[in-house]
């Protein structure tokens, strides 16, 4: 399973194995964090509003993960990459968000919750990385 | 002189503030502007954090193009946290625009 979302996930353009292995983290994270609060909030309007919060994070992560990788190693093609994915990803964000508290009626906790979980991903992925390092050392 | 500077931000803030709760609409538009206000410092100064990060992995990358594995590595995680502060400050300025627990 994990192979298999590691294999996708080269084929879409995550080439470097660390940025590769965090997106698949954060992919599992979001996907096993949905169903354990959706489970125990029995679906309640909390646990759809941090599914809605933890999905919009993901996709956030994925495309930053993507640009991030181009706009170090590409030589031609950055500024479209960056005008693109960057500033079209973070408007998208923004109206997703603002669909969510404004119209839905979304609850704050839960979407900020969700919102967290690249935060706590980033943090466990190198929290991991440096007691690798102290072991090895 | 700074003290002075704090002084008087001080007093026009607690002066405004006064004058906006005096009517439900100075609530409303002073809620507005502390948005717009709120946001923009959160955005530029998020601005300015990823464009240092962005500068320095850049540095980094010609100066040593053997380690930009690792400084890609870095340089995502940095972006990440500071996105997210941004993204937190979208929320709150939402929330207090369109949710807001303080005006009924």
Not at chain 1, 30 to 43: E, G, P, Q, R, W
Not at chain 2, 64 to 83: D, H, R, Y
């Amino acid at each position: 399973m994990i192979r298999k979302l590691e294999t996708m996930l080269y084929k879409r353009g995550f080439t470097h194995p660390q940025v590769r292995t965090m997106v698949r983290n954060q992919l599992v994270l979001a996907v096993v964090s949905i169903l354990l609060v959706n489970a125990l909030t029995a679906c309640s309007a909390w646990g759809w509003s941090f599914a809605a919060g933890c999905l919009l994070m993901t996709v956030n992560f994925w495309w930053m993960a993507k640009a991030g990788q181009k706009l170090v190693s590409a030589q031609r093609g950055a500024v479209t990459v960056l005008l693109i994915l960057f500033y079209g990803r973070l408007a998208l964000t923004g109206l997703a968000l603002f669909a969510l508290i404004a119209w839905l009626d979304a609850s704050v906790s839960g979407l900020l919750v969700g919102l967290s979980t690249v935060v706590v991903n980033a943090i466990t992925w190198g929290t991991a990385n440096y007691m690798q390092k102290a072991k090895e050392a | 002189m700074k003290l002075v500077k704090v002084l008087f931000a001080t007093m026009a803030m607690v002066l405004t503030a006064s004058m906006a709760f005096a009517a439900d609409a100075g609530v409303a538009s002073s809620v507005a502007y502390a948005t717009a206000l709120g946001m923009g410092i959160a955005a530029g100064l998020c601005g300015i954090g990823q464009g240092l990060g962005l500068k320095a992995a850049c540095e980094g990358t010609a100066r040593n193009p053997e380690a930009s594995g690792k400084i890609t590595v870095t340089l995502i995680l940095g972006l990440a946290f500071v996105e997210s502060l941004a993204i937190y400050a979208l929320v709150v300025n939402l929330i207090l625009l369109f949710a807001n627990p303080l005006i009924g």
